[in-house]
């Protein structure tokens, strides 16, 4: 898998934009994320010579944020927040209940490839605990009982930020 030359260009545009390149790098992930929905090692690698440091510098970001994938993913990722003030107001029982309906667990993606879960850290949306992010969308308060209609709703969407066409994040 390689990045297309209209990625690599868009990089290069991106890194101009800021007085260090470096500063252009998680926007320039999630650029090369959205060619193919994640970031193999081989991506990461010509992403990483772009900017002229070392791989495993790119690697040490990708498997930091759960933002960045390094296998392939479901069309819909949806995020569950893990952290106190969701846990308190039952994220747990939500999260159980979502991996429960899709059979799988955390981490892991639904057998028909349509849903992956993630129980991920503070979302950044305390007060609408418990909080789920569904592809591009921050949602909560949310209960156990609203699973199955979350579920129905992200399926009409077009997936989660990452496999959207280029030309929808404005590089194409
Ligand atoms: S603790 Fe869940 S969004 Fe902050």
Redesign the pocket.
Known sequence: MKLSDQTRQAILDMQKQYPEKRSALIPALHLAQSENGYLPREIQNEVAALFEIAPNEVNAIVTFYDMFFEEPVGKHVIHV?K?????LRG?DGVLSKLCQKLQIHPGETSGDAQFTVIASE?????D????MIIDDKTV?PVKEEDVDKILEEAKKGPGHPSPVPQREIGYA
Do not use: F
């Open positions: 927040c952290n106190v003030s969701c846990m994220a503070c979302l950044g949306a305390c609408l605990a418990p909080v909560g």
